[in-house]
């Protein structure tokens, strides 16, 4: 799978897994923006060595790359220098990031903002910029970031897992608007050694945690051949695999009259007597649109409807007992 002369930016490819995503693209082909501002890991500082040693690295092996330093907040430049190098862009991987964990209780507004700021606005403006381009071309690919703690959670990182949850909306959107353009939108939430993970993991594990075992995975939803939009892929260790959503069959919280009629109200004694069956996912579904969300309850309406009316046999097929 070569990548033909495409034209891919890499964000936050100074270090760690961009770099791996940059090299790896590079070798099979791509012409690269290694986009970097060279800070650390908190954000804080700044430099053009950090994409300077990407991008020579990639040109000693006979490869094609430019650097950048802006920052991700400034997106419109970092396209411009895609145009500028090469006249078009044909993949974002939106991979730039920064930490300022502290718990919950402590955060300050400045560390909320730096995070947000750096992913969540960051990610929005890389991905912006390069759209028009991509949707006039009829063709696309964007990598989303997300992680761990934007799915599941994290102590002290109430701010990165806000911004990482963002990454998933937004790919949710992108991925709908994109479509008839060509442009195919995946949100990956990687695990990798690199110098964000080395003070929280022990040596052993990153040891098997490399960053060139996500490369090829983006790599993948980079390229020509990929057809695949608004998935969520976590990766690591060269292991990958599909995360969605999941819906339990869910019951009517409709409250009974003595004697077990329905009444039309909700109650949160009904709710209470519910909630097993809210909670039990048992028969589940994996919703994937708006649409989908909204159909079951409706048709619970409906039923609950036709049981008022008094419509015979329906009050036992509300779901409720
Ligand atoms: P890293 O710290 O090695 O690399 C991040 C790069 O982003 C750095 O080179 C940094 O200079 C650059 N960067 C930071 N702010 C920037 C800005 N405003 N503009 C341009 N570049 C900027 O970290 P790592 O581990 O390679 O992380 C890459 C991405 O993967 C991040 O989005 C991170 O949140 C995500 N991630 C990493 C995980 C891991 O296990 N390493 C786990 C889950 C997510």
Request: with cysteine.
């Amino acid at each position: 799978m070569g990548f033909g002369g495409r034209v891919v930016i890499v964000t936050g490819a100074g270090n760690g897994l961009g770099k791996a995503y940059a090299l790896y693209m590079a070798s099979r082909g791509a012409r690269v923006v290694v986009n970097d501002l060279g800070g650390a890991v908190d954000g804080s500082g700044g430099g053009s060595r950090a994409a300077d040693a990407v991008v020579d690295t990639i040109r000693a092996a006979g490869g094609t790359a430019v650097a950048s330093y802006d920052s991700v907040e400034h997106g419109d430049r970092i396209v411009a220098s895609a145009l500028a190098a090469f006249g078009r862009v044909d993949a974002v991987v939106a991979n730039a990031g920064i930490l300022r964990d502290t718990s919950f209780a402590k955060m300050t507004d400045a560390e909320w903002d730096a995070v947000y700021a750096v992913h969540t606005r960051g990610t929005f403006s890389v991905v912006r910029a390069a759209w028009p381009h991509m949707r006039q071309q009829g063709y696309g690919r964007v990598v989303l970031v997300s992680s761990s703690t934007g799915l599941y959670g994290n102590f002290g990182q109430a701010n990165y897992g806000a911004a990482k949850g963002a990454a998933l909306g937004l790919a949710a959107a992108l991925a709908i608007e994109g479509r008839r353009r060509g442009v195919l939108v995946n949100t990956i939430s990687p695990i990798a050694a690199s110098r964000m993970t080395e003070d929280v993991m022990p040596a052993e594990l990153l040891e098997a945690l490399q960053p060139e075992a996500v490369a090829p995975v983006v790599a993948y939803l980079c390229h020509d051949s990929c057809r695949h939009s608004g998935r969520v892929v976590e990766v690591g260790a060269g292991w990958a695999a599909g995360v969605r959503w999941e819906r339990s069959k869910g019951a009517t919280s409709f409250a009974r009259a003595a004697g077990g009629a329905l009444r039309d109200e909700s109650t949160p004694e009904a709710v209470a007597a519910a909630w097993p069956a809210v909670g039990d996912f048992a028969g589940a579904s994996h919703p994937d649109s708006t649409q989908s969300a909204f159909e079951p309850m409706l048709a619970a309406r409906a039923l609950v409807d036709a049981s008022l009316r008094g419509d015979a046999g329906v009050g036992a097929a509300t779901g409720d007992k």
